[in-house]
């Protein structure tokens, strides 16, 4: 299930810079139907890219968060392992992992790329924690052949589909730009938004003041203030 298709420019680096508001708004399109189709007990994010997305439905859903980690690219040599390897896993027998064996279990990720880490999640977690359902949520689903595929009982959503395009995500921005506002204003750029209709016009103003005093004690003043603003 995805809500719409999103359609962006690419910046002069080939890339497509998304900013923290569109994410945001995205994520939250997710939420009501979660809501009316699956009703998690839990989330369960993907480090690191599912963090954020994490983070903000669980401020809507009201539901804790368990995080895995799993790599299939080197952050090191940016090339990409054969197969995905398991990290980071959680605690099943205390705290919120105890919440994961029969019950209802959200994934939550960043990008559907080539659905190869979502598939294999998926997989591990049926096979280790045996929840009594599994559904997958992800910001953005890219157009573009899968290399996994997900088990027919899966519920699948996603916040909209893109382009297969690399997409940098605001929580990435000192990788890519070195500076959040940098990424903001290429992410405006990217979104076709017109920073004029962003920023109010500044008004450019003029005072002029004129006191009169006598003496040595002030007896009179007069100001005479005259406030010319043109745009």
């Given at each position: ?7 962006l ?12 508001a ?7 399109s997710?939420?009501?139907?979660i809501?009316k ?24 859903l ?7 980690a ?5 952050d ?6 054969t197969?995905?390897?398991k ?10 992992g ?17 659905r ?5 999640c ?18 953005h ?29 605001p ?11 940098e ?14 209709g962003?920023?109010?016009k500044r ?7 004129i006191g009169?005093?006598s003496?040595?004690?002030i007896?009179a003043a ?10």
């Open positions: 299930m995805s809500m719409r298709e999103l359609n420019r690419t910046a002069a680096d080939g890339k497509v810079y998304l900013s923290y569109q994410v945001h708004e995205t994520i939250s997710l939420v009501e139907p809501r189709n699956f009703q998690p007990d839990v989330i369960i994010s993907i480090a690191g890219g599912g963090a954020c997305p994490s983070r903000v439905l669980r401020t809507q009201k539901i804790p968060i368990l995080t895995v799993l790599e299939l690219y080197d090191n040599t940016n090339s990409r392992h197969t995905v390897r990290t980071q896993w959680f605690d099943e027998t205390t705290g919120v105890q919440r994961v064996r029969g019950k209802r279990v959200l994934i939550v990720d960043e990008v559907d790329d080539t190869t880490t979502l598939a294999f998926v997989e591990e977690i049926m096979k280790t924690n045996a929840p009594a359902a599994i559904a997958v949520a992800v910001v689903n890219k157009l573009k052949p899968k290399l996994a595929q997900l088990p027919d009982n899966v519920l699948y959503f996603a916040g909209a589909d893109v382009p297969d395009k690399w997409n940098c995500y929580w990435d921005a000192a990788a890519y730009t070195g500076s959040i506002y990424h903001e204003r290429l992410a405006r750029f990217c979104a076709g938004e017109d920073e004029a962003i920023w109010p008004k450019k103003c003029t005072s002029f003041c009169f005093t003496g040595t004690l007896t007069l100001f005479l203030t005259v406030l010319r603003c043109r745009r």
